[in-house]
Each structure stands twice: as structure tokens, then as C-alpha cells.
């Protein structure tokens, strides 16, 4: 059974400006280190922003709403493949809701990225 979908769809141009005005600033303050291993293309980046909007609204919680950027984490597999850790309040969130299992998909043009995360039983 689902417990929480979410859905965002971001502009890579707006990303790119990001990156232009606020560089590393930017950065950091939305992804941890181990996010940005890849490289930081606005293209890619725009896609780990939508995966973490997705996720805050599967959550029903928004961001600042007690879970921040840092609260969840994209990674990758061997095969590329992303997936979704929750910590601090994300975490008691996903408890709440009785989650057990986290889907995301990510995909990106050169002028748009978007990502779905469905919470489920």
C-alpha cells in the first residue's frame, strides 16, 4: 500500500544560475559530500534537487517543515540506480507513516529534471 507520493519537476536553467551565483555555497547547503561525488553538471544536479523535493512532499512534511536537505540522502548503486536514505526527522517521518520501503526515479533533459518517490508498506 502506498503511503506517500511525491512528485517535483525543476528547471535546469534555474539550477545553472544557482550554480553561477552561489557555487560550492549552493552546494553544500542542499547535498552532502557523498551526493556530489558525481560531477556537477546542472543537469545532474537538478535531478538530486527534484529526487529530495519529491521526497519531502512524499513525507507530506515540505522542506523547513523539521526535515532538511541533509535529513535525505540520494545515492547510487553499483549500477547507477538511486536510491533514498532518511536520517533524523525524515527517518521518525517515515516511521510514522509506517514505511518500509522507498522507490525514486530520476530523469533529466537539457532543460528540465524530474523525480517521483513512492513510500510504501
Request: aromatic share 8%; charged share 20%.
Given at each position: 500500500?502506498?503511503?506517500?507520493?511525491?512528485l517535483?519537476v525543476v528547471?535546469?536553467a534555474?539550477?545553472?544560475?544557482?550554480?553561477?551565483?552561489?557555487?560550492?555555497?549552493?552546494?553544500?547547503?542542499?547535498?552532502?559530500?557523498?551526493?556530489?561525488?558525481r560531477?556537477?553538471?546542472p543537469?545532474?544536479?537538478?535531478?538530486?534537487?527534484?529526487?529530495?523535493?519529491?521526497?519531502f512532499?512524499?513525507?507530506?512534511?515540505?522542506?523547513?517543515?523539521?526535515?532538511g536537505?541533509?535529513?535525505?540522502?540520494?545515492?547510487?548503486?553499483?549500477a547507477?540506480?538511486?536510491?533514498?536514505?532518511?536520517h533524523?526527522p525524515?527517518q521518525?517521518?517515515m516511521?510514522?507513516?509506517?514505511?518500509?520501503?522507498?522507490?525514486?526515479?530520476?530523469?533529466?533533459?537539457?532543460?528540465w529534471a524530474?523525480?517521483?518517490v513512492?513510500?510504501?508498506l
Amino acid at each position: 500500500m502506498i503511503v506517500g507520493l511525491g512528485l517535483d519537476v525543476v528547471e535546469v536553467a534555474r539550477v545553472a544560475q544557482a550554480l553561477a551565483r552561489h557555487g560550492e555555497r549552493f552546494l553544500f547547503r542542499c547535498f552532502l559530500p557523498g551526493e556530489l561525488a558525481r560531477p556537477h553538471d546542472p543537469e545532474h544536479v537538478a535531478g538530486l534537487f527534484a529526487a529530495k523535493e519529491a521526497a519531502f512532499k512524499a513525507l507530506g512534511t515540505g522542506w523547513g517543515e523539521g526535515v532538511g536537505w541533509h535529513d535525505v540522502v540520494v545515492e547510487r548503486d553499483a549500477a547507477g540506480k538511486p536510491n533514498l536514505t532518511f536520517h533524523g526527522p525524515a527517518q521518525e517521518r517515515m516511521q510514522t507513516l509506517g514505511a518500509q520501503r522507498v522507490l525514486v526515479s530520476i530523469t533529466h533533459t537539457d532543460h528540465w529534471a524530474a523525480a517521483v518517490v513512492i513510500l510504501s508498506l
